[in-house]
């Protein structure tokens, strides 16, 4: 797959999620700041809202602006080229290392609680 396959993809994703969020910002806002059935009135039937037409209007607009924006169009470009010459650790790498990580952290925690135990006898004590 080419660079700017790629880079229009990462668009087509950008423009989902920011349909999703805009949706569910436009549900947030009638729901508690306007009347509640302001973006709840129906165009297509049942799952197409004033709210969803608004949150597509926007998302669409979005994507648009960010595409014909040349900066984002690069950017986006060096990522994907930066993202290709990564070297991605294999499954097992990928098992060992979780396993550092959790033996790690459960010894760190015992180590902790030993020492916030300790702490806690001596300021009694004191106190």
């Known amino acids: 797959m080419t660079i700017s396959k790629w880079v229009s993809l990462v668009y087509a994703a950008a423009a989902i999620l920011i349909f999703i969020v805009l949706d569910k910002s436009f549900e947030w ?6 009347n509640p059935n ?8 049942s799952y197409v809202r004033v709210r969803t037409v608004a949150a597509l209007v926007g998302a669409i607009g979005a994507t648009f602006y960010a595409y014909r924006r040349a900066d984002i169009f690069a950017y986006l470009s060096e990522v994907i080229v930066e993202l290709k010459r990564v ?39 004191i106190i």
């Open 29 to 34: 806002i009638g729901i508690s700041l306007l």
């Open 87 to 125: 070297t991605w650790p294999s499954l097992d790498e990928t098992r060992r290392s979780t396993i550092v990580v959790i033996v790690f952290t459960i010894l760190l925690s015992a180590y902790l609680a030993i020492f916030d135990y300790i702490w806690k006898m001596v300021t009694d004590f």
């Open 38 to 45: 302001f973006f709840d009135y129906e165009v297509l039937g």
